[in-house]
């Protein structure tokens, strides 16, 4: 009898053993081809019930991009860019799974803010958060914030940063971060890790504002204008914002927004809108993610976006209330911050955090008067 006991004892052990293993071992990234290609590597993790995380393998530098022509006459963020834009995957540092209170509720999500924010932005997270990037209610429909990020530097000042982060999430839940260099030439990659993050947690949220961390973007009247649209159920395309048409790479080094021939052949983008903040329907989102799988990566986020839509046969359209070339402002003796040139606009690009939160009250402030109108919603 002692002996059965000691024996299931013992069995007990060593299978609780096993398992600590197990779960060690499933959490290390592996390196088990030589291959730089992931894709058909993915391993589900399903310790964490209701996340759609994954686990995958480190991505490889792919050595063979230095025979390219040219390689080592190029800039070394561009050299960069090319050994690595194969990599579609990096893990999660910080993750809301319920953010949009589950992949069936996510419907209950009106407008989903999608904002692009560098570890470092602390100041312009914390004054949106306080501002138009307010969860709330706004006319009957929920408003939900995400900011996404990668990482900064390397070391002590990465760690630091991180756990930056982590504060805030604590406090706030609203940050998506990976471990990627959240770099100018990554914001594609950036972008696409948000939708795939969606397409499992989120998909049926029925609109989202993409937008940057330093843009004014009037919540309110998107809501407004996003409910007046005849018919906008879910299955309908949407993506508007400030339309750039015929425009190309630009092939003068100097330019930060400089693209080689090696990195990118074409002269010519497809009409896309510009990445200061544009808004999309849930569903168009999706069919952009599902278009991105099979179009190469490129470092421009938002000419990208355009070729997905330009993939799916759908485009981009113009709303005039998207300024992100900064307002126009009449006459030169006028105050250009004054309330009423942004209480009818839908967004504008860029604002610091001081102005953001004085014109954030300043429009909600209900004995501004204002003379002219400026309607475009
Ligand atoms: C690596 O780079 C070479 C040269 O650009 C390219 O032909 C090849 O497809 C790349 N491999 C992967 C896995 O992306
Ligand atoms: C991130 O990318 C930028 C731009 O390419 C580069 O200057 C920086 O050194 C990179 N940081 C790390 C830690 O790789
Ligand atoms: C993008 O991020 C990855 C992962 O940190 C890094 O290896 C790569 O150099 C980055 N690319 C650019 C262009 O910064
Ligand atoms: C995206 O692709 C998946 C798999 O091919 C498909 O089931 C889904 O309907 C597509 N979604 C959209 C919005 O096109």
Redesign the pocket.
């Known amino acids: 009898m002692r002996n059965i006991r000691l024996f299931l004892l013992a069995g007990a052990f060593g299978l609780l053993i096993f398992h600590l293993c197990k779960g060690f071992i499933d959490l290390k990234p592996v390196h088990y081809h030589v291959n730089?290609?992931e894709d058909d590597r993915k391993i589900q993790k399903t310790t964490e019930s209701n996340s759609h995380v994954f686990t995958w393998p480190r991505c490889q530098k792919?050595e063979?991009?230095a025979?390219?022509k040219d390689f080592r006459s190029l800039p070394s963020h561009i050299k960069d860019f090319?050994y690595y834009?194969?990599c579609r995957h990096f893990p999660m540092l910080l993750d809301v799974p319920d953010k949009c209170g589950g992949a069936d509720n996510s419907a209950d999500v009106f407008l989903l803010l999608v904002i692009k924010s560098s570890p470092v932005n602390y100041d312009r997270r914390e004054v949106l958060r306080k501002t138009w990037a307010k969860e709330r209610m706004e006319n009957g429909v929920w408003i939900r914030r995400l900011f996404i990020s990668g990482t900064m530097d390397s070391g002590h000042e990465k760690e630091r940063l991180n756990k930056l982060l982590k504060l805030e999430q604590r406090e706030h839940n609203d940050i998506l971060q990976w471990d990627f260099n959240d770099s100018f030439f990554n914001l594609t990659l950036k972008q696409i890790l948000f939708l795939e993050w969606m397409e499992g947690n989120c998909p049926k949220a029925r609109f989202l504002l993409n937008g940057d961390d330093d843009v004014f973007a009037n919540t309110g009247n998107m809501v407004q204008y996003l409910q007046s649209l005849k018919d906008n159920d879910k299955s309908k395309h949407l993506f508007t914002g400030y339309v750039l048409r015929n425009t190309g790479p630009i092939r003068w080094s100097g330019s930060k927004y400089f693209i080689p021939v090696q990195v990118q052949e074409s002269d010519l983008y497809p009409p896309y809108c510009g990445g200061g903040g544009f808004l999309l329907s849930g569903h168009t989102a999706l069919v952009i993610f599902n278009m991105s799988k099979s179009i190469t990566i490129l470092p421009i986020d938002d000419a990208y976006l355009g070729m997905c839509l330009a993939k799916a046969g759908l485009s981009a359209t113009s709303h005039m209330g998207v300024k992100i070339g900064g307002l126009h402002i009449p006459s030169n003796n006028l105050d250009r911050y004054d309330p009423c040139f942004y209480k009818d606009v839908l967004l504008v690009h860029r604002f610091l955090p001081a102005q953001m939160y004085f014109m954030w009250q300043a429009i909600h402030d209900p004995s501004l008067k204002c003379v002219f109108e400026h309607k475009t919603i």
């Open positions: 730089v290609r792919n063979s991009a025979n390219i090319l834009r194969h």
